[in-house]
């Protein structure tokens, strides 16, 4: 069984307004195509977790392997490139630039990482969109459709690279109960049929029951592996 993300003994302090240390020896590993959800009570570091297991902040002790790479101590744009290939982001806040069409939301990581034509791109795009189910919405603007519709386009750019990982800062945290059914579904289907792995920090209990294991945190450890 290959491991997708592998943490030892991660430690991260914040210095302002005064030494505080938010994450305490985090180790754990996530095996390819497995379902995580990542729970606590609110500061008791998920976010700030994520943000280090996302390559995003590199100011912390420890070593974290994604993918089988080392990516500790690794270069700013190398990480940039890192993540555009192998990582998906979805938050709580969708981050769509709103008078963009969904499609071209989509294709922006796709143009970016530069490995396909704008025709491949745009196609990808669209039956990614489709697989969301929100295909007919392609040529709106991002900020005229509704907040569950918005998520299902955001996590379709999160796919457009086709990332081995996908990781989720409170991705239901804004939508009812039937979008939020709409997302979980989309992230079973994507490790069970895809080997995505799906790491994700939710507030959500009855969500993070439905996944395969919950990674439970208090005051900046983890009490349980699930
Ligand atoms: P969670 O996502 O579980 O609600 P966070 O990871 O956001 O918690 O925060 C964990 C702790 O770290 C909290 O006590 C929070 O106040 C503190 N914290 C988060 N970000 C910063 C920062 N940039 N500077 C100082 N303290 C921070
Ligand atoms: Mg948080």
Redesign the pocket.
Known sequence: MNIALKAESIN?Y????EK?Q??ENISFEVRQGEFVSIT????????????ILSTMDTNYEGALHLNGQAVTGNKQNALAAFRNEHLGFVFQFHYLLPDFSCLKNVMIPAMRLGKFSREEIEYTAYEKLKMLGVEDQARKPASKISGGQQQRVAIARALINNPAIIMG??PTGNLDSRNTAVVFDIFRQLAEEEHKTIIT?THDNDFAHKSDRIIE?MD?HIISHG
């Not at 606590?40 to 943000?51: I, M």
Request: with cysteine; hydrophobic share 30%; net charge positive.
């Open positions: 991260k914040f210095y302002t307004p505080f938010a994450l606590g009570k609110s500061g008791c570091g998920k976010s700030t977790l994520l943000y800062d409170e920090v945190m900046g």
